[in-house]
């Protein structure tokens, strides 16, 4: 999971890049998530900002008791 504070809301997304299946983390420089394996970058909100991957998913959620709870 990759969580991303909006301001007004949290933004929860599946944390593998689309086109190879890395895991991408936080770039606090730049405010991107970033793939290691090929360079795609993608927008706090899951857009992509680089290729080749597709946007990340969001992932459905609610707040509960202090954490965050995936909706299945």
């Known amino acids: 999971m990759a969580i ?3 301001g007004d809301q949290l ?10 299946g890395c ?4 770039n606090d420089a730049s ?4 793939c290691p ?3 795609s ?4 909100d899951g857009g ?3 290729g080749p991957a597709a946007a990340l998913p ?6 509960q008791n202090g954490g965050i709870a995936l909706v299945t």
Do not use: F
């Open 48 to 50: 992509v900002l680089l």
């Open 31 to 34: 405010k991107t998530w970033d």
């Open 11 to 20: 933004v929860v997304l599946r944390n593998v890049c689309t086109h190879m």
């Open 37 to 39: 394996c090929h360079g």
């Open 4 to 6: 991303y504070n909006a």
């Open 41 to 44: 970058r993608y927008h706090p």
């Open 58 to 63: 969001r992932l459905e959620h609610r707040l």
């Open 23 to 26: 895991q991408t983390g936080w």
